[in-house]
C-alpha cells in the first residue's frame, strides 16, 4: 500500500513538473534572430521569382514554416545604422540627425536584449557586431555584453576575414583591425577565442549548436549574426568552389608584394581592396564565387535548425531571418527587380528577404505583401517574450498584428532620404555604388541626380517609372509627410 502510494504521488510530481516545463516553454518561447550580410533580394528562395541559381534550400524550408514578407524594409541602405534600428526598434535617425555611418548606441535606447532579460531569459550574440562606433572596443555601450546580451562571441566591425583567426596572424600583419578589412581572433565576452584553423561561418554555426545545446532547459535569446555574404566573398571552403567550378584565391600573406602596386603592399587593407572590387575578380567568377558564399551559409542553416529539432525544441523556438540591408552591386548578388542595391535608397538597397517562423503561432506557408519594417522585430520578439512595452517613441509594429496599410516609413541617409505611404514612395536618392563599377547584375538607376522622384512601387517595384511631374499634389504631400516625421522625432528617442 506504501509503495503504491509511494508511485503515485511519484508519477503525480513527475506529471506536474512536465505540465509546468511545458507550460513554462509555452509562455516563454527560445528566440534565434538569424541576420545576414548583403544577401540579393532574388536570392531568396521562397520568393516567387528568385534567382534559381542561389541554391538554398534551408532558407526555403526555414520560410515554410512560416510567413514570408515580400516587402520587407532596413532602416537605412548599409549595416551599422541598419542594425541599430533592428536592435532597437526605433529609425536609427532620431538620434543619428547626420544620418552618418556610426549612429552607435545611446544609453536612454533600450536594446531587445535589454527587454527580454526582464522576463529571465538567458541572451547570446554570436557573429558580427556593428553599430559604426567603437570598434574592437570592450568597455563601451555599442559592446553585446554592455547591451543586454550574457556572452557574445564575434566581431566588432563592419566585415571580417573568414580565415584568418588566429593571434599568430594577427601579430605579423601591420592592420588587423580595420572597419571592413579585420582578422585575427574573435571577441569573446571579455577576452579572445583563437582558432588556428577552421572557416567563420562553419565556427559561427558551431559555437550557435553548441549554445543551443547548453541553454535548452531555460528560454533564450540568440542572435545569430553571420558575416556571409558580405566581401570577402571569394573565400569559402573548396568542396563550394568545386561545385560552382570556380578557382581558390590565395588568402591573405603579409610577405606577398607581388599584384598589389596599386595599394600598400604587405597590409591587409591592401588584400581586401583588391578583392572587395572587380578588377582582380572579374563577373562571372563574382556571381560564382557569391553562389558558393550562400550556398555554404544556406548548410550551416539546416545545421541549426537541426539542433532544434534534436533538442526538441523547434516546435517552441520563434525564428525570424532577415539581411541587413539590400545586395551590394560589389558582391555578385542578385537583387532584380530592384534598382541598385546597398549605399543608396534605391528599392534594391533597403528592400530585403525576410522571415518569421514560430509553429502554432505564425501561419506556415503565408506570404504577405504589404510592407513591414525591420524595426517591426523589436516588439514582435519582446511581445512573444511577455515583456510589456511602454516607450512611446518606438517605431515598430509587431509582425502578430496585421500591417498597417497607410504607415509612414521614412529613410535618411546623409544627403538623400525617402518616405513611404501606402504604395506611394517619394525620394530624393542618387547612387553611390562605391568602389568601383557594378557587377553585370545591376539595375541602374532611371536618374542619378538629387531632384525629387516619385513612384508606385507596388506596382513598380522596380522604380522604372518616375510620376512626380503627372502627380504634383501627392509630390507636395509626401515631402511635408517626411518633414513633419523629422521634426516632431528627430532628437526624440
Keep these: 500500500m506504501k509503495k503504491l502510494l509511494f508511485l503515485a504521488v511519484f508519477f503525480g510530481l513527475l506529471s506536474c513538473k512536465n505540465y509546468a516545463q511545458a507550460f513554462k516553454k509555452d509562455l516563454a518561447p527560445n528566440i534565434l534572430l538569424i541576420i545576414l550580410d548583403d544577401q540579393g533580394y532574388a536570392d531568396f528562395a521562397p520568393f516567387k521569382n ?62 531587445i536584449p535589454e527587454y527580454l532579460k526582464q522576463a529571465g531569459y538567458a541572451t547570446a550574440r554570436i557573429g558580427k557586431n556593428d553599430l559604426g562606433k567603437n570598434f574592437h572596443k570592450y568597455n ?55 582558432y588556428s584553423d577552421g572557416y567563420l561561418t562553419d565556427i559561427l554555426t558551431n559555437e550557435a549548436v553548441d549554445y543551443i545545446h547548453k541553454s535548452k532547459n531555460k528560454p533564450f535569446y540568440l542572435t545569430l549574426a553571420y558575416n556571409s555574404v558580405h566581401h570577402l566573398i ?9 561545385k560552382y567550378n570556380v578557382k581558390p584565391i590565395p588568402n591573405y600573406n603579409p610577405a606577398d608584394q607581388e599584384g598589389f ?25 563574382l556571381r560564382k564565387y557569391y553562389l558558393a558564399n550562400i550556398n555554404c551559409l544556406d548548410d550551416n542553416i539546416g545545421k541549426v535548425l537541426d539542433a532544434l529539432k534534436k533538442e526538441g525544441i523547434d516546435k517552441n523556438t520563434l525564428i525570424i531571418f532577415i539581411s541587413d540591408n539590400g545586395g551590394t552591386p560589389l558582391n555578385g548578388a542578385n537583387n532584380s527587380p530592384l534598382t541598385a542595391g546597398k549605399y543608396s535608397l534605391w528599392e534594391g ?75 506611394w ?23 542619378n541626380d538629387l531632384s525629387l522622384k516619385l513612384f508606385d512601387v507596388k506596382n513598380d517595384p522596380g522604380e522604372r ?11 507636395k504631400e509626401l515631402e511635408a509627410a517626411y518633414q513633419d516625421w523629422c521634426t516632431a522625432n528627430i532628437g526624440k528617442y
Excluded at 557594378?438 to 541602374?444: G, H
Design 234 to 242: 571569394h573565400e569559402v571552403p573548396q568542396k563550394y568552389l568545386d
Design 261 to 285: 602596386e596599386k595599394y600598400k603592399p604587405g597590409t591587409y587593407g591592401a588584400y581586401y581592396d583588391k578583392y572587395s572590387r572587380l578588377g582582380a575578380i572579374q563577373d562571372e567568377d
Design 425 to 447: 514612395k517619394l525620394t530624393n536618392t542618387d547612387e553611390d555604388h562605391w568602389k568601383s563599377r557594378p557587377s553585370n547584375l545591376y539595375i541602374a538607376p532611371i536618374r
Design 465 to 475: 517609372k518616375d510620376l512626380s511631374l503627372v502627380n504634383i499634389k501627392k509630390v
Design 50 to 111: 528568385h534567382d534559381t541559381t542561389a541554391d538554398t534550400p534551408n532558407m526555403a524550408k526555414l520560410a515554410a514554416t512560416g510567413t514570408v514578407y515580400t516587402e520587407a524594409y532596413t532602416t537605412a541602405p548599409v549595416c551599422s545604422p541598419s542594425r541599430a534600428g533592428m536592435l532597437t526598434g526605433k529609425n536609427q535617425i532620431r538620434w543619428d540627425k547626420n544620418a552618418s555611418w556610426g549612429p552607435g548606441l545611446p544609453k536612454n535606447v533600450k536594446t
Design 349 to 423: 538597397g533597403i528592400r530585403v528577404p525576410m522571415a518569421i517562423s514560430w509553429p502554432g503561432k505564425i501561419e506556415a506557408g503565408k506570404t504577405v505583401d504589404e510592407y513591414v519594417s525591420a524595426m517591426d522585430i523589436l516588439p514582435t520578439i519582446v511581445g512573444a517574450a511577455g515583456v510589456p512595452i511602454t516607450d512611446a517613441t518606438l517605431d515598430g509594429i509587431s509582425l502578430m498584428k496585421p500591417p498597417v496599410k497607410d504607415r509612414v516609413l521614412v529613410w535618411k541617409w546623409q544627403k538623400t532620404w525617402a518616405i513611404r505611404i501606402g504604395d
Design 140 to 194: 563601451v555601450r555599442e559592446y553585446p555584453t554592455k547591451h543586454g546580451y550574457d556572452e557574445f562571441l564575434g566581431f566588432s566591425a563592419h566585415a571580417h576575414d573568414y580565415w584568418l583567426l588566429s593571434q599568430e596572424m594577427k601579430d605579423k600583419t601591420p592592420d588587423p583591425n580595420g572597419t571592413s578589412a579585420a582578422l585575427g581572433p574573435l571577441m569573446h565576452n571579455d577576452g579572445i577565442k583563437s
